[in-house]
């Protein structure tokens, strides 16, 4: 087994990190070569999506990477054709929901709700009672965030099965065939003094389709 990880390594330590503690190999790369032979990929958080790619102009996007937009797509693309296990977090779910013909909502009026300078915010959420998470965590439970964008209209076959109840931002969606998902949250740096849930069981979900 192997799991990918698609971003640059200034984003990538402590999903290193994660995976090291849970002894799972990884390779931080974005060489479609490398990539290629791995077996599930996980697409990391970061700055904004250009939002040319989804047909918008800039209407708030910040900390934008175009270069490295387009290379994810791009494995995106040839791993959802392979079939292969995709895990993203943050802005790896918005690239998830791009990918497949989403939007954005560029800059949320309720982002002092989601983000803060200097730390992560953490905040309830509501799950979907028939869903992976409700099945790992339970009906509601806190999360961390730090975004100031949110997946405004779907792309094909995603289905949202987390919100925060303050302003209806989808917080997870999920593929309604294939073993694709994202969170909008931080399962790899949660803080057990906040919140009674850990990120391990969602990694293990992951793992479990490799």
């Not at 779907?154 to 989808?170: A, F, N, R, T």
Request: hydrophobic share 35%; net charge negative.
């Amino acid at each position: 087994m192997k799991i990918g990880i698609v971003g640059r390594t200034k984003d990538t330590h402590s999903y290193e990190k994660y995976l090291e503690d849970l002894q799972i190999p990884y390779v931080t790369s974005l060489s479609l070569g490398e990539l290629g032979s791995c077996d599930g990929l996980i697409f990391p958080g970061g700055g904004d999506i250009t939002p040319q790619l989804f047909q918008q102009s800039n209407q708030g996007s910040l900390n934008i990477d175009t270069e490295l937009d387009l290379l994810q797509l791009r494995v995106f693309d040839l791993a959802y054709r392979a079939s292969l296990p995709i895990m993203g977090i943050c802005k790896g779910m918005q690239l998830i929901n791009i990918g497949l013909g989403g939007t954005l909502t560029q800059h949320m009026s309720t982002s002092d709700i989601h983000t803060s300078p200097s730390q992560d915010l953490y905040h309830i959420t509501y799950v979907a009672e028939d869903s992976f998470l409700h099945q790992l965590y339970s009906t509601e439970f806190v999360v961390n965030s730090r975004h100031h964008q949110s997946v405004n209209r779907l792309g094909q076959e995603l289905i949202p099965i987390q919100w925060c109840p303050q302003d209806s931002c989808i917080e997870a969606l999920i593929h309604c065939t294939l073993p694709i998902f994202g969170v909008q949250w931080h399962p790899e740096r949660l803080h057990s003094a906040i919140t009674t849930i850990s990120g391990t069981p969602l990694f293990q979900y992951f793992l479990s389709f490799v």
